[in-house]
């Protein structure tokens, strides 16, 4: 639902910041407001919003390319889209260099902010969705999930929690059935590697030559 995203709307110009708030609350979105870079940096400190309206050009001492990077350091994630009266090729490098996910030129089209904002609302789902996928796939395979009191297994446990540290080529034996792809999960899982994918090969489906080559 659009009211479970929440947006932040930065612009030193009342007429602007409540018109375009104005616009996605009827959209359905949740919005607050700040007329200045520090006011955002402290709201942003306190909620983690989805997205940020952010004017480039406000009083203050803090524009927009350094509101965004503050607010950056705060929520890495964060879709910020910078807005600005003054477009320039430069600025527009800057924004995008400084990570912002749009750059936009007053006066805004509504309906095409409405657009992007669908957009970056979908890419945020797939980002929390992903990560939730990654996370449950590093709880499913810790070594907390293989419980075993014999002293081989325990002698396996902490050679896991050796070789996960290494950046060593690792060679699991077993016969079928034995759990080695579990053994090679929790290795990965305890590594300091375990945000990145782990992926499964069957050795059986691969010719003899294929697989001494990739070897």
């Given at each position: 639902?659009?009211?479970?995203?929440?947006?932040?709307?930065?612009?030193?110009?009342?007429?602007?910041?409540?018109?375009?708030?104005?616009?996605?609350?009827?959209?359905?979105?949740?919005?607050?407001?700040?007329?200045?870079?520090?006011?955002?940096?402290?709201?942003?400190?306190?909620?983690?919003?989805?997205?940020?309206?952010?004017?480039?050009?406000?009083?203050?001492?803090?524009?927009?390319?350094?509101?965004?990077?503050q607010i950056r350091k705060l929520r890495r994630d964060a879709s910020i889209i910078?807005?600005?009266?003054?477009?320039?090729?430069?600025?527009?490098?800057?924004?995008?260099?400084?990570?912002?996910?749009?750059?936009?030129?007053?006066?805004?089209?509504?309906?095409?902010?409405?657009?992007?904002?669908?957009?970056?609302?979908?890419?945020?789902?797939?980002?929390?969705?992903?990560?939730?996928?990654?996370?449950?796939?590093?709880?499913?395979?810790?070594?907390?999930?293989?419980?075993?009191?014999?002293?081989?297994?325990?002698?396996?446990?902490?050679?896991?929690?050796?070789?996960?540290?290494?950046?060593?080529?690792?060679?699991?034996?077993?016969?079928?059935?034995?759990?080695?792809?579990?053994?090679?999960?929790?290795?990965?899982?305890?590594?300091?590697?375990?945000?990145?994918?782990?992926?499964?090969?069957?050795?059986?489906?691969?010719?003899?030559?294929?697989?001494?080559?990739?070897?």
């Amino acid at each position: 639902m659009k009211s479970h995203w929440e947006i932040l709307v930065v612009d030193d110009e009342e007429v602007m910041r409540e018109s375009l708030a104005a616009w996605l609350k009827e959209d359905g979105y949740r919005v607050d407001t700040a007329p200045s870079g520090r006011e955002a940096i402290e709201k942003a400190r306190d909620k983690d919003y989805a997205i940020y309206f952010v004017d480039l050009k406000m009083p203050g001492g803090i524009d927009g390319i350094e509101t965004m990077m503050q607010i950056r350091k705060l929520r890495r994630d964060a879709s910020i889209i910078i807005i600005t009266a003054y477009a320039t090729v430069d600025t527009a490098i800057a924004a995008m260099k400084e990570g912002a996910q749009e750059y936009i030129v007053k006066p805004c089209n509504l309906e095409e902010i409405s657009l992007l904002v669908t957009r970056l609302i979908k890419v945020r789902t797939l980002q929390r969705e992903n990560e939730m996928l990654k996370k449950r796939l590093r709880k499913t395979y810790t070594l907390n999930d293989i419980i075993s009191k014999n002293a081989k297994m325990q002698e396996i446990f902490r050679l896991i929690r050796d070789v996960a540290s290494l950046r060593s080529t690792v060679l699991i034996q077993g016969e079928s059935g034995t759990g080695k792809e579990l053994i090679a999960r929790a290795i990965h899982s305890s590594s300091d590697r375990a945000d990145q994918p782990f992926i499964g090969v069957s050795c059986a489906a691969l010719t003899e030559t294929l697989l001494e080559s990739e070897l």
